[in-house]
């Protein structure tokens, strides 16, 4: 007897429910449904699904044109259905436990979870298997005649083609002896089996060297090592360098992260470089480290305790002999940080910080160690606590305190660990007491008053002398030195600033045109500054140029922490303007307003003040300073000092007025000029505009084709969907200072200095395919090209190929790299190079 429920195509398909009515029978309902019809023969106890059909069982998924489900043996086959050209549509899909199968025919049993599988495809992480016959067990499956790729494709561009092999799902594929083909065609690059992890999250594994030839190290393999996936909160890198001539280097590279608590990762690298043959002149030996540390505590972990560290040391010649990035190569200034802050409810706040600075170019190292700092947030004495009502003048008056204690030493990197570079460490204490008293004047002008006492404490001063040296071949010289003395010294200060300020705004509108309104704001600005002389002579001396024959004066805590203190009084008083011109203009590219502001000058100020304190030159020279953006993308900025005084002949400013000397207000004395260009261009600028569907798919634009990873190897793809893109950045400075002895010397009357650098990187597509990417930049000043990088890219699919060119400089070498586009085959590849080390 049979039973036919059609039902219409695209309505709602036949839901059905076989419920348990034997001890035989599966313990879960399984739901089938179909689009085109669901026969039913009772008698057999079986269920016929015709088109788009599909069967859930517990975490068992089947799409298929035709499935077969047998109650009585708790089967089930699936398979396509032929047109009448004889093509299969709708062949069997078989989802289990986020694995897929795609096949010809599926046979599968509902109580035993074992099935058979005919020319199935199925995926494993990033890789496809292939198999001609497949058998299936609830964790694991074997497979007979098959192969592994990272292609996507049903005849793939390559594959490693094994007889037979057993899946764990989740874990590993184990293969018997694997052969690699590219289209069909087998190579001799054959294994006695194949072992390839495939679990998720991470896993432990050998990481594959590169290997080459450099000149005067020999043959070498780079980045051996073992990787470590511990545990989901940290892992582990272990690798090393070896060369044939002895040179090495070993590496550890850790990454930790803890949820709501903290991120960061730990590198750590030592080698010994040895250069040439030994006992030949050439021979050389360098010892080198990096010590790499970045820690980040999340927001969350703590509501006020928070502690950071960025540090980044390394020896002069590391990235010189070292696999190393452009720019770790390119940098000789690195600085390091470790911080820690507190509050106590938002009123006392604490820092405490150790840094280090150093420049690999001059040896020079900056080391600090604690630098702290104690500090009162601001209050206000007058106002009351639960105060209603409108403030008086005085309740806005502010107190705040400051602290900082640090112990400093500057020297070079060879004498860090000297004693007595630490016996000669600055110890130095700060105390700032600023007070402000802010008042505004008939709501249009701005009353602010600004006194700060300072005081500096010190546990060492210097003094200064000519001390008479004799060289290696017993010749007499002389030497400035300085004589370190220990005693504690205290330094007072204090500073009194009054201002008024207030804004004018002029505008002009139009009727008529595009241009709406023309906006000028001046800002009007008269201060005072008294700053009185509290120390006197007590901490000036001099000493004898023995060279010169003249007394020269110096203070004994100039190269303190802090400094000095003033030794001058200073009364004076300044007047500046400054302007800010901006219109409004029509666009439609504003749909909501239909206008847009557009700022011609951000900023033109006039400036000059007159000492009172001073007994001749009390009037500053004129400054007319400004900046504006032109077009988004060029920055202009200009400096131009005109000096009321007259020079004489020696070139030394004298209390005479140019007005009256020479008939005219003021004397051009000095000009700079600066203009920067950020010019960033791509397709997208001229209206192309990409799908959402490429966004996702497209890596990260980057001005070059590849960044470099802590390896110094290129890891990124470029984006095709952007045809070319090019980015420029020039600047131009240019000074202008009066020469102060032109009228002795006959010279010229003004020093003109110009500096000028300029940077270009791009790339573009030649085919959909093939992808160029170049850096490059002009040295006016040696008149030569500075760092030029080229880069060609192609997609090959599921493979890539990699060129990488620097014709010339420091870092002059070529790499060449075939690989698997997917990582778990990322060490399949062929790499070949010749980079900057070669050439040491």
Known sequence: ???????????????????????????????????????????????????????LYEDVELYADYIEIDFKNNELFAS????????????????????????????????????????????????????????????????????????????????????KAKFVNGKKIITGPAYLSFAGIPTFLAIPFGYFPNEKGRSSGLVMPTFGEAANRGFYFENLGYYFGISDNFDLLLAGDIYTRGSWAVKALSNYVFRYKCSGFVDVSYAQNFMGERYTPSYSKANDFKIKWEHNQDPKSHPVTRFSAHVDIVSRTFNKYNPSTINDYLSNQYTSKI?????????????????????????????????????????????KKNKVGKLKWYDNISLKWNSQFTNSISTYDSLLVKRQTWEEMKVGMRHVIPLTIPVKIAKLINWNTNITFTEKWYLQSITKGFDTLLDVHGNRYSMLTDTFHRRFNALHELSMQTALTTKIYLMTQFKKGNLLAIRHVITPNLNFLYNPDLMGDRMNGTYFNTITGQEVPYSYYEKSNFGSVNTNTQANLRLSISNNIEMKVKSKRDTITGTRKLVLVEDLTLSMFYNFAADSLRLSPLTISGRTTLFKQLYLTFNIGFDPYCLTDSGKRINKYEVKENKKLFRFSSSNISVGLNWRLDASTFGRKKKEDEKKESATNNQTIFTENSLGMPNTRPDFNNPW???????????????????????KQYINTIVQTLNIAGDFSITRKWKVGFTTGFDFTNKSLSYTSIDIYRDLHCWEMRFNWIPFGGRKGWSFTINVKASVLQDMKFNMKRDFRNNL
């Open 339 to 383: 911080n820690f802050s507190t509050n106590i409810k938002n009123i006392f706040f604490f820092d405490a910080s150790m840094s280090y600075s150093q420049s690999t170019q001059t040896g020079m190292v900056d080391f600090a160690l604690p630098d702290m700092n104690l500090s009162v947030n601001q209050f206000y004495p007058f106002r």
């Open 725 to 747: 893109s090019v980015t420029l950045n020039y600047t131009f400075a240019y000074n202008v200072q009066e020469n102060p002895y032109f009228k002795i010397n006959y010279d």
């Open 1 to 55: 007897m049979f039973i036919i429920s059609s039902l219409p195509f695209l309505n709602q398909a036949q839901n059905d429910t076989i419920k348990r009515i034997s001890p035989n029978a599966i313990e879960q309902i399984v739901t089938y449904k179909s689009v085109d019809s669901i026969v039913i023969d009772v008698k057999m106890r079986k269920a016929y699904l015709f088109k788009t059909a599909e069967v």
């Open 80 to 163: 396509g259905i032929a047109d009448s050209s004889g093509n299969i549509h709708g062949s069997p899909k078989l989802s289990q436990d986020g694995s897929d199968f795609w096949a010809q025919e599926i046979k599968y049993n509902f109580t035993t979870k074992k099935g058979k599988i005919t020319s199935v495809i199925t995926t494993e992480g990033e890789g496809f298997v292939h198999g001609k016959y497949v058998k299936k067990f609830d964790d694991y499956s074997f497979i007979k005649d098959g192969l592994y790729t990272t292609c996507e494709l049903d005849d793939p561009h390559f594959e490693i083609a094994f007889t």
